[in-house]
């Protein structure tokens, strides 16, 4: 069966001609007001930004892995009929419900595992994603906002991956997950025989401080542990510190507030880093 509709059209009214407009001559005041703010002034110094950047960075890094684990767990003290059958993240629960156990589930969202072949080879994809409160019987809760894709391969070990929205787990083990991430990244790396290398493109609030990544490369393939490319942080009192490192493999970038260059001696150390986002990313 074909459904045809049919949209009448009134006739149209004639349109009045559009008024003359004046000339405005140079500089007269419209009553526009002056939205000019003054420049900002930063609460750090710049040996305190590049010491916020290195402090975020120190500990492990966030592990879709982890993740996966601490959502299974919660998961498995579900049922049939709460938060529903299939995989553990499967059944939305828009009103929420309380299992059998007692455990609270409110939300909907997904997990996925796909194995496949493309033209680099075999790969294995985690996909989770949700917008997920989970809260045990004694008060602890999970809370999931966002999506999380990570393709993983072997020989070598190689992934790239997807960090979307925010994700905490207040009791967690891993401190960056009992504190709660929220992020827009990209993030990509190999561990080969020629060495461990990384990459990263986007922003990531961790252990309570906000840094951008604009094209940072570690590892092999580049300047060892001196990261290529430029890092930001946002310092509290607003406004943005940067250190642009460029492609002279020194970890004595250029610093900037704002845009402005800043004298610094400081140097941003960021040594292991790349092991660990390839041990928080790889199985």
């Known amino acids: 069966m074909v459904f045809v509709l049919l949209l009448a059209c009134a006739p149209t009214a004639s349109t009045p001609d559009a008024p003359d407009v004046a000339d405005v001559p140079e500089g007269a005041d419209l009553g526009i007001p002056d939205l000019a703010s003054e420049p900002l002034t930063p609460d750090w110094a710049p040996e305190e930004a590049i010491a916020a950047i290195e402090a975020a960075l120190a500990g492990s890094f966030p592990s879709p892995l982890r993740v996966r684990g601490a959502l299974n767990d919660w998961f498995r003290h579900g049922d049939g009929g709460c938060p529903g059958p299939g995989t553990f993240m499967s059944g939305p629960s828009f009103e929420g419900c309380t299992s059998e156990e007692g455990w609270y589930y409110l939300g909907v969202g997904g997990y996925s595992e796909t194995f496949a072949d493309d033209e680099a080879g075999p790969f294995v994809e985690l996909n989770m994603m949700g917008d997920l409160t989970m809260v045990a019987p004694l008060g602890e809760t999970i809370d999931v906002g966002g999506h999380w894709i990570i393709r993983l391969r072997e020989g070598p070990a190689s992934w790239s991956a997807v960090l979307n929205g925010s994700w905490h787990e207040p009791m967690s083990d891993a401190d960056w997950l009992a ?14 025989l020629d060495g461990r290398r990384a990459a990263l493109e986007g922003a990531l609030t961790l252990r309570g401080t906000t840094l951008v990544f604009h094209a940072v490369s570690l590892g092999a393939d580049g300047c060892g542990s001196v990261p290529t490319g430029e890092v930001d942080v946002r310092d509290p009192g607003g406004g943005t510190w940067s250190v642009d490192f460029g492609d002279t493999c020194t970890p004595c970038g250029v610093v900037r507030f704002e845009g402005l260059p800043v004298e610094t001696d400081a140097c941003l150390a960021l040594d292991g880093l790349v092991d660990r986002l390839v041990e928080a990313s790889t199985p």
Do not use: P, Q, R, V
């Open 179 to 192: 504190t709660g991430i929220s992020a827009w990244l990209n993030y990509d790396g190999t561990d080969g």
